[in-house]
Nanobody
Framework: QVQLVESGGGLVQAGGSLRLSCAAS????????MGWFRQAPGKEREFVATINSSGGSTYYADSVKGRFTISRDNAKNTVYLQMNSLKPEDTAVYYCAGSRYRTTGYLRSSYDYWGQGTQVTVSS
């Protein structure tokens, strides 16, 4: 079983930056594809970004492309989401997700493990 714990959320003004972290338990983190999703109040949980097990391949939702960067440090069992040029519409609970497959995609069903989420609020 894999446990994922997010951190780094908070309140930031529009145009600001935050870096989210997701710490994973277990010795097989380096074999997992990882992703970030978010859910705003009253909306469905949506895909944000994904990274393959080695960190050599990434994919982003159009809404965050060029502003967010996903990365990972397999030695620290941690995946990150650097968020720049934040907008009020980025306000949501952000969830870290892990897949037993080395490469995964944008579908929620592709992920096997989920964190509890961290709140990001962007004020205008």
């Amino acid at each position: 079983q894999v446990q994922l714990v997010e951190s780094g959320g908070g309140l930031v003004q529009a145009g600001g930056s935050l870096r989210l972290s997701c710490a994973a338990s277990g010795r097989t983190f380096s074999s997992y594809g990882m992703g970030w999703f978010r859910q705003a109040p009253g909306k469905e949980r949506e895909f944000v970004a994904t990274i393959n097990s080695s960190g050599g391949s990434t994919y982003y939702a159009d809404s965050v492309k060029g502003r967010f960067t996903i990365s990972r440090d397999n030695a620290k069992n941690t995946v990150y989401l650097q968020m720049n040029s934040l907008k009020p519409e980025d306000t949501a609970v952000y969830y870290c997700a892990g897949s037993r497959y080395r490469t995964t995609g944008y579908l929620r069903s592709s992920y096997d493990y989920w964190g509890q989420g961290t709140q990001v609020t962007v004020s205008s």
